[in-house]
């Protein structure tokens, strides 16, 4: 009952910024934690960011300094802003939501389809 659909992504030179964002859109009534993970080639999957309604976040080590997530609940969205990027920053980057399901109690995790982000030297 939930898509996400992220934008944002793009080309860029090293030490150079983008503002990533995702929307929701569905049944927002119980939506809770969102955020942003990343995956480059040959590499897993790994969280960047995460935030929650009251704005509680959890940032990745790697990249603590370089961003900022945020969020608009009366929009459905959060946005990832990066600065000062790196090469290695090169990757898909992919919007994650968990949703509760009130009817049945359950707690469920959405993905997005992802945005590109290129850096380069």
């Known amino acids: 009952q939930v898509q996400l659909v992220e934008s944002g992504g793009g080309l860029v030179q090293s030490g150079g910024s983008l503002r990533l964002s995702c929307v929701a859109s569905?049944?927002?009534?119980?939506?809770?934690?969102m955020g942003w993970y990343r995956q480059a080639p040959g590499k897993e999957r790994e969280p960047v960011a995460v935030?929650?309604?009251?704005?509680?976040?959890t940032l990745a080590d790697s990249m603590k300094g370089r961003l900022t997530i945020s969020r608009d609940n009366a929009k459905n969205s959060v946005s990832l802003q990066l600065n000062s990027l790196k090469p290695e920053d090169t990757a898909v980057y992919y919007c994650?939501?968990?949703?509760?399901?009130?009817?049945?109690?359950?707690?469920?995790?959405?993905w997005g389809k992802g945005t590109l982000v290129t850096v380069s030297s």
């Open positions: 994650n939501a968990r949703v509760v399901d009130t009817s049945i109690f359950v707690l469920t995790g959405y």
């Open positions: 569905g049944s927002m009534s119980a939506l809770t934690v």
């Open positions: 935030i929650n309604r009251s704005g509680r976040t």
